[in-house]
């Protein structure tokens, strides 16, 4: 089930518009499920737990009413359609049909290896889906060898602008999460799939300090 908010009130976001997909959808293998997610943090917990109730029928009807152009985020809590690792092709075909013309992205944390020809598939067809990357070298695998728009976990004292991996690559933190002035709704970075660098997102929330032991492997 989704839930889907036409002007998000987000301080991060911005006024844009926002999904949500429930809890099923999160993969096990994500290290940060129920141990450190920031959409475990209050009140996005609680909007979570119960606001997923439109089907994927009445999503797309909203998705297909956004005007040409405009940018909005899928799942600020939630994954791609499906249960646990697996993608409900045919939900998320109607999505990707949903966004055209218009610059919708979201994150997965699911298998992309498994996944990559759906992920490229509704990459080329306009929707920007991001792989979640663990960590450092995991990212640079996600965005050399599977040529996939990545962003990954940062600790939580990340400030710098930018960073260099061992492997050459740019990781870029994520704008609105250093500067006050920036919101997604004024970046647009994690829409752009065709972007030669790793956007990266410093722990952060309530929890923070378990997502950081995730974030400081293999730096």
């Given amino acids: 089930m989704y839930q889907f908010t036409r002007v998000s009130s987000n301080v991060k976001t911005g006024p844009i518009p926002t999904?949500?997909?429930?809890?099923?959808?999160?993969?096990?293998?994500?290290?940060?499920?129920?141990?450190g997610c920031y959409a475990d943090n209050f009140p996005l917990s609680l909007a979570w737990k119960k606001l997923c109730k439109l089907s994927?029928?009445?999503?797309?009807?909203?998705?297909?009413?956004?005007?040409?152009?405009?940018?909005?985020?899928?799942?600020?809590?939630g994954d791609l359609p499906g249960d646990n690792e697996e993608i409900d092709t045919a939900a998320l075909d109607e999505i990707v049909r949903a966004n055209k013309g218009r610059r919708g992205f979201t994150y997965t944390h699911k298998n992309p290896i498994k996944n990559l020809k759906t992920l490229?598939?509704?990459?080329?067809?306009?929707?920007?889906?991001?792989?979640?990357?663990n960590n450092i070298d995991q990212?640079?695998?996600?965005?050399?060898?599977?040529?996939?728009?990545?962003?990954?976990?940062?600790?939580?004292?990340?400030?710098e602008k930018s960073y260099q991996?061992?492997?050459?690559?740019?990781?870029?933190?994520?704008?609105?999460?250093?500067?006050?002035?920036?919101?997604?709704?004024?970046?647009?970075?994690?829409?752009?799939s065709n972007r030669s660098f790793i956007i990266g997102f410093p722990a952060h929330g309530a929890r923070k300090k378990k997502a950081n032991q995730i974030a400081c492997e293999n730096i």
């Fill in 19 to 35: 999904t949500m997909t429930g809890r099923s959808s999160c993969p096990d293998s994500c290290p940060l499920k129920n141990n």
């Fill in 56 to 77: 994927i029928d009445e999503l797309t009807d909203k998705i297909k009413k956004l005007p040409k152009g405009q940018l909005w985020r899928h799942n600020v809590a």
């Fill in 120 to 133: 490229h598939d509704a990459i080329n067809n306009g929707f920007c889906i991001n792989a979640s990357a």
């Fill in 139 to 159: 990212a640079d695998y996600y965005h050399d060898s599977l040529d996939l728009p990545t962003v990954c976990v940062l600790p939580s004292n990340a400030n």
């Fill in 165 to 192: 991996t061992e492997q050459g690559n740019t990781i870029v933190t994520c704008p609105a999460t250093i500067r006050d002035d920036v919101t997604c709704a004024t970046c647009g970075l994690c829409a752009d």
